[in-house]
């Protein structure tokens, strides 16, 4: 009887966010995986993955709670249609509807990675999500001090 690969669902904004995660393609690779970003009016890599699309959503624009609750809706389709063992993300807003139901929901185990450009400080994402995640991870040493029970492996770059 051969054994089921494991699912991993790969989600992140668009730009330096996506740019990071796409930095595992060897790991998206291993595994039976999608990546879930945002719909750009430019075309972003999807290292060559089956690829879902998100609104893009700013925190500060007016219709960001209907667009949110979009991005929540789609996200929950994604999660049934796709039923990942584990979510990997690298931020920003619009991951963390998916990211909520994934472990609060579901049961799955959630893994973030902060954000390379954070040297000092979290991201709002990350501030939020890490309560959730079953494995937080920093690229630079310096954001033990903020994420105490994170893990510093060095930068993905």
Partial sequence: MS????????????????EQLLML?????????CLITER????APSADQK???LSQVNRH???FLPKM???????????LKERPDVVITT?????????????????????????????TSGNIT?????????RFYVQWESMLKVYPKALYLGGIY
Avoid at 126 to 134: T, V
């Fill in 69 to 79: 609750i979009g991005i929540a809706c789609k996200s929950l389709w994604i999660l």
């Fill in 126 to 134: 990350g501030k939020f999500l890490y309560r959730f995640a079953d």
């Fill in 3 to 18: 054994q089921r690969r494991k699912k991993v669902a790969f989600i992140a904004s668009s730009g330096g966010h996506l």
């Fill in 91 to 119: 931020g920003a807003l619009c991951v963390v509807p998916l990211c909520l139901m994934a472990k609060v929901l579901f049961g799955k185990k959630l893994v973030y990675i902060e954000s390379f450009a954070r040297v």
């Fill in 40 to 43: 750009t009016d430019y075309k």
């Fill in 25 to 33: 393609r060897p790991l998206m690779a291993r595994y039976d995986s």
């Fill in 51 to 53: 690829t879902y699309h």
């Fill in 61 to 63: 624009e007016a219709l």
